[in-house]
């Protein structure tokens, strides 16, 4: 995951997703891993890839959609008006 997080930082998505989706395979249970990695692709104006993954995270443990909702106000979410409410209706 810190490999991912520094790769984002030298805006490298490739490795950075390289790199998330290794520490998820490592930890496939771990859901707080993959919804960063989520969060990351929306900020990274990849929400359709953000979608897949939030939408099973949400089924499993609704209050990482409350989360979500908080997130805008504190700038770790920086996805438009738009993009955050169909993230929010994910099903």
């Not at 997703?17 to 990274?44: C, D, G, Q, V």
């Not at 359709?48 to 099973?56: E, K, N, S």
């Not at 443990?61 to 908080?70: K, M």
Request: charged residues 25%; without cysteine; aromatic residues 6%.
């Amino acid at each position: 995951m810190n490999a991912g997080d520094l790769a984002v930082e030298k805006n490298d998505m490739p490795a950075a997703i390289r790199e998330y989706e290794a520490a998820e395979k490592m930890f496939p249970k771990n859901l707080e891993m993959k919804y960063w990695h989520a969060i990351t692709l929306a900020n990274k104006q990849q929400v359709p890839a953000a979608l897949a993954l939030l939408r099973p995270i949400f089924k499993q443990e609704p209050n990482w959609r409350v989360l979500t909702e908080r997130l805008p106000k504190v700038g770790l979410l920086t996805v438009t008006a738009a993009e955050l409410k169909q993230i929010l209706a994910l099903k």
